[in-house]
């Protein structure tokens, strides 16, 4: 009996300190007590929660414990009610929570009769969650309501989102048996305590993976912080030098070394979309005009064009195939193989925030009925509400961005999505977009880079590290991040007359170009290439002596040969985008 009371409070300590800490909080921890295991690691994210919590857990004593908390700041949205220990606004207590609980449950019971049970088991049914929909379904949801009220009070349920028209709340997973027990009005038996305190986790973790992301969200937030304060203290000097000559015509140079004359396009639309992740006002010489730099970016087309090296491989990395990382440190959100339920339900964790997710398989997306509406709503980063069968995610305010791929089927001229839903033209269109059309030109291009790369004569190390360096200070510096707020100031992209005047010289090229009467693309085109040309424009951030970066004409170029071109693909090839930008620039062409 003193061994299985030595378990559970040993499984309940290393439960209570993962949901107290961060993996940062668990190393300085483990590192404070000298625990030889924490010895072995340079960095925190090297280790996983479980076994840096575990090894904490089976180390200490209940004193030692409470030191921990009067040391260390505990997370302040954790709460935790075992049988041995209780957390509750920053407080630790020894005593445990099951018997406050036990009481709570009685007083439902008494109070509530068979309603307060009822909803009690509905409850437990639903593996310790619920939510206003479910509240709905009761015969009389006013007295549903006030029963989750006085739960509420008394420290049974708490809330995990609380929204305009959604709301939802759990129990934790840790005094989920002694509720059930209550309910049940049987004994607690620590098999079956084990066995639906797991299956709670499981299906926690597949209900509302909200928890899980804002931890990924904090271990991206660190990864950031780490680098920006690495980057001020060993690389600072060099970064401003290489920023006061740096432009989109010198990342084009090296990326069109690297890869040749087709493939840099790519990697030059995704490494720019990067620079726009600072989302920076965007002003003219009378004053705002309500435009950011953020935008969407879609590459579709052929398999096997290098729409996922552009995207996924050049900002995340591939140490296997020697391609260091050029994105943003912490701030791109790899999606392979989330479902867009989940990306919808775990879009709540992301709002006020700015991040990229690059959806590499964005087909997928769509073989789920209804999705165009809720994705179009995000990347126009509006307020999202979608109802599943059990549930009504949201409303909330989606203010992040996209990186995604998807095939179609390309023909010698023009192209056709295979995604089945009819208004999915609608995504498409809030996007900048880029064909690729696996060409002779594009196959040998490809093949003679993955002979390159293998044979280890392509070395982009030192290059990748300069830009990665100036594009996350550029980003720390215009969203104004701590480290560097009160160092660099602020600065607005300015449009200027001449920034309107190019634009439209191609769009009367573009126009004149076009037969029928009739587009096949918005004017939501020439919004996105303005702002990737205020995008390009930040990487002027260090040139530039003035209080505003002026949309430089490097930039303003590569943005005029972008929308010709896809306005060429949009209207199914019927213009040769080379004789309009002849129109638009003459002979030279960027």
């Not at 305009?164 to 759990?170: G, L, P």
């Not at 260091?324 to 912490?330: D, K, R, S, T």
């Not at 009504?392 to 089927?409: L, Q």
């Not at 634009?503 to 587009?519: G, Y």
Request: aromatic share 10%.
């Amino acid at each position: 009996m003193v061994l299985e009371m030595a378990d559970e409070k040993l499984r309940e300590r290393k439960e209570l300190l993962k949901r107290a800490y961060s993996i940062t909080q668990l190393f300085e921890i483990g590192r404070w007590l000298k625990i030889p295991y924490f010895s072995r690691f340079l960095c925190c994210w090297e280790m996983d929660e479980d076994g840096a919590s575990m090894e904490i857990a089976s180390k200490i004593t209940d004193d030692i414990l409470k030191q921990i908390f009067q040391d260390y700041k505990p997370r302040e949205w954790a709460t935790f009610r075992g049988k041995h220990y209780q957390l509750d606004r920053g407080k630790l207590s020894l005593e445990g929570s099951w018997n406050l609980i036990s009481d709570g449950v009685r007083k439902i019971r008494v109070k509530y009769g068979s309603m307060g049970i009822l909803l009690l088991k509905t409850i437990v049914e639903g593996n310790g969650i619920i939510d206003s929909s479910d509240i709905k379904r009761f015969t009389n949801p006013a007295i549903a309501r006030e029963v989750i009220g006085e739960l509420e009070r008394l420290g049974i349920i708490f809330p995990s989102y609380i929204g305009i028209e959604y709301c939802e709340w759990s129990i934790p997973k840790e005094a989920l048996p002694i509720v059930e027990a209550e309910v049940k009005g049987k004994p607690t038996e620590r098999g079956k305590e084990k066995k639906i305190s797991a299956k709670s986790i499981e299906e926690r973790q597949r209900i509302d993976p909200l928890s899980e992301e804002r931890l990924l969200i904090e271990r991206m937030d660190w990864e950031l912080n780490s680098y920006v304060s690495d980057l001020l203290k060993n690389r600072l000097e060099r970064t401003i030098e290489f920023g006061k000559t740096f432009s989109i015509s010198a990342l084009s140079a090296y990326l069109q070394e690297l890869f040749g004359s087709i493939l840099y396009f790519d990697s030059l639309l995704s490494i720019t979309q990067q620079y726009g992740l600072a989302n920076v006002e965007v002003v003219h010489e009378q004053g705002k005009t309500g435009k950011r730099t953020g935008w969407s970016l879609a590459l579709f087309g052929d398999p096997g064009t290098g729409k996922s090296f552009a995207t996924r491989d050049m900002i995340l990395g591939k140490p296997s195939a020697n391609i260091p990382a050029h994105g943003i440190p912490g701030r791109n959100r790899y999606c392979g193989g989330m479902t867009p339920a989940r990306f919808i339900r775990i879009g709540q964790a992301y709002a006020g925030r700015t991040f990229n997710f690059i959806v590499p398989e964005f087909n997928d997306f769509f073989r789920y009925k209804g999705m165009v509406e809720p994705l179009k709503i995000a990347m126009e980063q509006g307020e999202i509400k979608y109802e599943l069968h059990r549930e009504v995610i949201g409303p909330y305010r989606f203010t992040s961005f996209f990186t995604v791929n998807y095939n179609v089927s390309v023909y010698e001229r023009g192209y056709s999505v295979t995604i089945q839903d009819p208004n999915f033209r609608a995504i498409e269109d809030r996007m900048l977009c880029r064909l690729h059309r696996l060409t002779k030109e594009r196959y040998l291009e490809i093949a003679e880079s993955q002979m390159k790369i293998a044979l280890g004569k392509i070395d982009v190390e030192r290059e990748a590290q300069l830009i990665r360096d100036h594009l996350t200070l550029v980003y720390a510096i215009e969203t104004r991040h701590s480290l560097v707020a009160d160092r660099f100031p602020h600065k607005p992209v300015m449009i200027t007359p001449q920034t309107y005047d190019w634009i439209a010289r191609a769009r009367r090229a573009i126009l004149e170009e076009i037969k029928s009467n009739t587009l096949t693309f918005s004017a939501r085109l020439e919004d996105k290439v303005l702002s990737f040309a205020c995008s390009a424009s930040l990487m002027e951030y260090f040139s530039s002596s003035r209080e505003f970066i002026p949309v430089s004409q490097d930039a303003l170029k590569y943005a005029i040969q972008l929308y010709v071109e896809e306005a060429s693909i949009r209207s199914q090839e019927k213009f040769s985008p080379e004789a309009v930008l002849k129109k638009v620039f003459g002979e030279y062409i960027p």
